[in-house]
């Protein structure tokens, strides 16, 4: 009977515990208005007097600006309207210059910060509903449902964020106009936040990399990266400000510049902070990004240039697919074959394709082709396609290193030429064909499949003769061949 009791005491003694201290949940997961946050699969939840405690990165998912201060252990929490100030294990807050009283102080655990959810989500206007059952928290508000600014990107006062890509510690912005860039460093953990005034996501951006509502997310896979993840969303209204977080594994110096010598791109490179030959670049000696450096267009002509001429996809792979169902592969071989046949009739330039048929060649294979043959251009065909958005149109061209940029931008002229199209401008991009290229190179975009018009015209005899015929103009303007 006496060892009966000592159970029972001890059974109660642990289902006491469990209300009087934090209770870990592994499966525990937030919703924004029906959508999953990004860091909301959470292995770190704490619930104390049954209170979710989060930490802060969570409550940076939301959209609000969240500065940690390790040094007094204090977390300030603000958006356009409001402010939230707390500090670990105080039981009062500051909201803007009212005190209140916390049942859930913030505290800190492992070194990281929990806040309570459902007293910050209350106080900027979401309503925070728990699920026991499932472990999941579900914040709503109309307000964030709604998101009239994330999606109001048609002004023509706004600078469009077409493309965010990040490759050997390199990100890089491409936009379709310039804005100036505004910069800076948090720690707690560690971040780069880069904030881009006057600026909005293109409609067709919107569709990629969604983490929630009005939020997107690129997860960096990289080895030897100094960024585990890139954040960006709407931070303010107005002015139409996108901010960029970049979460990084370690600190990292960087330097901010235009993207090799496109006024309209923004690139940031990260560094080793202990390297000496590498300048940080700080908030006060950001370069102007609005003045690109000027590019010559032409190469002097030293005997016969070698071409290769790249056919994108084939076989199995068959690219983007068209309204009608017409596949990519096939508009990018008949125009290879167009430009093969008439560089045929010019003397000074001799042409070798990556594919002549239906066939597949690893993008590797791609560029090596044209490095083993010493080439003196590579050039890649392509059609465009956006999902969701049948009205996106228009002709871009690419280019990756500096060396590419002249190719590309004789190319381009031409091409806006002979297409009649939208001028979606030369931007940068880290595709693995142009990256693996040893001689300048570039790809075309010419059209857009998933535009109903813009795929009937791709497939018209005399479209496909002026492109070709812009191609190689192009191509002798760059050589400097009369």
Sequence with gaps: MKRFGVIVLFAVSLFLLSFNSPVFANTASIYLNGAQLSAANLSQVEIVNSKVMVPIRVVEELGYVVNWNKTDQTVKIQNNSKTVAMAINKSSAYVDERVVSLTSPP???GGTSFVPLRFIGEEFGLEVNWDN????VYLSSEALESTPDSLDTTS?????IENIQFADNRLTINMDQSVQPEIFTMSGPERIVLDLPGAALADAFTLQNMAGAGSYQ???EEEQSFVSKIRYSLFKSDPSTIRVVLDLNSKASYQLSNAAGNSEGIVLDLFDPTSPTVPAASPDT??????PPTTTTTVPVTGNRLVVI???HGAHDNGTTGVSGRVEKDFNLTMALKVEALLGQEPLIDVVLTRHDDTYVTRPDRAKLANDLNADAFISIHANSVLNIP???GTETYYYSEASKPLADVMHKHLIQATRLKDRKVKYNNYEVLRRSNMPATLLEVGFLSNAEEEALLFTEDFQNRVAQGIVDAIKEYFGIN
């Excluded at 023509?156 to 469009?160: D, I, S, V």
């Design 107 to 109: 505290l800190l655990k």
């Design 133 to 136: 059952g499932t472990k999941s």
């Design 156 to 160: 023509a006062n706004k600078g469009l």
């Design 218 to 220: 690129i997860n960096i």
């Design 286 to 291: 950001i370069p102007d990004i609005s003045t």
């Design 310 to 312: 790249d056919a994108g």
């Design 391 to 393: 009205t996106a149109s």
